[in-house]
């Protein structure tokens, strides 16, 4: 049975409802889903049958002001970011040496460091 790891970007639906027809498709093939995700991913995808395994991530937030997404502020939450992506990256490897997947399928989500570091083939 081949085993396949999601890292969903959960900060809107599209990359969740994008990644589910996938796995949808995967699962229909017989393969072990998991996935890790923050936001709204979480719970799109709680209690979907054909999910074996659901993580969950810190969500990234970019800067905004008056409701648009702002460069200024986006660059000066760089010391949060940095901190979402370390706490994120510590999570994934413990995961990933638990579930030992035989591939990733990342979704605009960015943190590579643990599946390089395992070895493990990134979609």
């Known amino acids: 049975m081949t085993r396949i790891h999601f890292i969903v970007n ?5 990359n969740s409802t994008r990644c589910h027809s ?8 017989k393969a ?16 979907k049958s054909e999910i074996d395994g659901l993580t969950e991530l810190k969500s990234l937030h970019y800067g905004s002001s008056k409701g ?4 200024g502020r986006t660059i000066l ?3 949060s970011i940095l901190s979402v992506l ?3 990256t510590r999570k994934l490897l413990q995961v990933l040496e ?6 990733v399928v990342t979704d605009s989500e960015y943190t590579f460091r643990p599946i390089r570091r395992l070895g493990i083939p990134i979609v």
């Open 22 to 29: 996938v796995i949808q498709s995967l699962h229909e093939r």
């Open 77 to 79: 939450s760089i010391p």
């Open 98 to 103: 638990e579930e030992r997947p035989d591939v």
């Open 10 to 14: 959960g900060l809107g639906l599209g």
């Open 86 to 88: 370390k706490s994120n």
């Open 32 to 47: 072990k889903i998991s996935i890790a995700t923050s936001g709204n991913g979480l719970w799109y995808f709680e209690g």
């Open 68 to 71: 648009k997404i702002s460069i």
